[in-house]
């Protein structure tokens, strides 16, 4: 099983930032597809950022060059470095993994319990 835990949320002033963490326990899959997806009320769940195993990684138009994603292998950690936060980046935000591609919300297989932003 794969259990994902989010941390690092939090209330901030725009123009701030943040860095999310997700700690996976992972077993039974080595370097998955992770991704950071985020959801506010009423709007539907979209991924913003994802990394393969290989350490390529892409972001949704709206976040490019604001967020920044990134993994520790070692220690089983993805992060989202999140700069210059604007008020509609306010949401929860959730840690996935599949086990292939994960560009969409669809194709992820494990989801966290996410971790509240809001700017």
């Known amino acids: 099983d794969v259990q994902l835990v989010e941390s690092g949320g939090g209330s901030v002033q725009a123009g701030g930032s943040l860095r999310l963490s997700c700690a996976a326990s992972?077993?039974?899959?080595?370097?998955?597809?992770m991704a950071w997806a985020r959801q506010s009320p009423g709007q539907e769940r979209e991924v913003v950022a994802s990394?393969?195993?290989?350490?390529?990684?892409t972001y949704a138009d709206v976040v490019k060059g604001l967020f920044t994603i990134s993994r520790d292998n070692a220690r089983n950690t993805l992060f989202l470095r999140m700069n210059n936060l604007k008020p509609e980046d306010t949401a929860m935000y959730f840690c996935?993994?599949?086990?292939?591609?994960?560009?969409?919300?669809?194709?992820?297989?494990?989801w966290g319990q996410g971790t509240q932003v809001t700017v």
């Open positions: 990394i393969d195993g290989d350490g390529r990684t």
């Open positions: 992972i077993d039974t899959i080595r370097r998955p597809c």
């Open positions: 996935a993994a599949a086990r292939g591609n994960c560009d969409t919300v669809g194709q992820m297989h494990y």
